[in-house]
């Protein structure tokens, strides 16, 4: 039966990811049938909360999703409240007894899931206790779920990894980039190694340029905390866009198994050439969003300081030096306050090298592209005969698949399909500590160089918002005699 066995404990369990997106998903799971009878749930957090309260909070947080009453009732009394303090290894003998309790009750045979909804810097002493006070079972599996950020430079996430690694091994380690959990970006690995003619001309030999764009109409909203020390490029280039980086690049896996595919996705990274600072101000381009209308600058934001330096934007160009792709720019760019929310990818595949058409004065390049979030789908443009009487010349069409409604609708959310991952134990849409550490490897040499630059804020504050970036960001493919496809 497809019925799990599992008992999740959510450290932070009454924060806002474990409200806005864990239990909608674990309810999901629940209407489909993966979580059943055999199942418990039990949160912590600080706070003194008894079962009843919290058990309001999960049916508050699923509230308008259940088929009735009866069974958003039903779902909740699977979850359990325990007022935790992660510093107290007192408090994880009573998790440990709670929990064994637990797993006799639902018949749960032992299989645990620590999800880790909390601040990274409580991480090395939950994952110590856990295993001290032995909260973990014997029987079953053991698996941790992380979030990011995963440390802010390499060697921050290095001994973030060891404080983990010590009692939990690699494969029981599941960190989560939610971009891995989307449909379309699953798609990219189907795409290319699910179809010859894709197969034949991924590489250096036909693909001219590659460009991804991940583009939020958002501002920073109610994150400048974290964000004033994160900006655009620990946000969104180390973990999202450098994950799509190596799905697009990677050999092809010997078996599609995650060992396989994430062998190939840390080979990829590996592979990405790190900047010099001189190659740093050649490639990259940073900016911070300026007023505009109604709109308010980055710098005039609540918690934003009125001097930030913070990158709202990043545009790049990566190398990729393996034997396919050596050669072959790879455009990135993302940043908040865009004119549209999208993410999209581009293949630019290489023009004809001769145009016998003389009626046509120039051949368009192909382009494959993915539309991941809005209308997810894809799209091929080919130059196709233009009707006409006489003459002979050509003209760009587009063949294009969106997902229909109710393909959209049965689609589960990114973070439904990522929970059923770590409780089925397939690591394939999670992130190796190795691609972590060739990610920020890659990164850091672009922050030292941005960092040791004198820059002033003026300088920084350089796109409108609603636009789609600086000038800069376009300079930069204008120079290679580029554009970026993607133009909302
Ligand atoms: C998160 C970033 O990882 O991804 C946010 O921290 C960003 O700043 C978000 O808004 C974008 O995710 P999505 O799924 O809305 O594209």
Redesign the pocket.
Known sequence: SKEQKVLIFIFGGTGDLAQRKLYPSLFNLYKKGFLKENFAVIGTARRPWTNEHYQQVIRNSISGMEDTAKQATEFSRHFYYQSHNVDDSEHYVTLKELADQLDIKYGIDGNRLFYLAMSPKFFGTICKNLRGEKVTSDNGYNRVVIE?PFGHDLSSAQSLNDDIAKYFPENSIYRID??LG?EMDQNILAVRFGNNIFRALWNNRYIDNIQIT?S?S?GVEE?AGY?ETAGALR??VQ??ILQIVSLLTMNAPVTFTDEDIRNEKINALKALQVYTPKEVAENFVRGQYDENGDLKAYRQEASVDPKSLTETFVAGKLHINNMDFSGVPIYIRTG?RLAT?A?RIDIVFKNMPNNIFSDTEELMPNVLSFNV?ANPGMELTLNTKKVSQGGYALENRTLKYTHDEATQAITPE?YEKLILDTIKGDTTNFVHAQEVFYSWKFVDAIRKAWDEQAITPEELTNYISNSMGPKASDDLLARDGNKWIFNP
């Open positions: 990011k939610h971009y989307k991940l939020e958002l994150r964000y946000d969104m973990n999202h908040k929310k993410t979030d990114a």
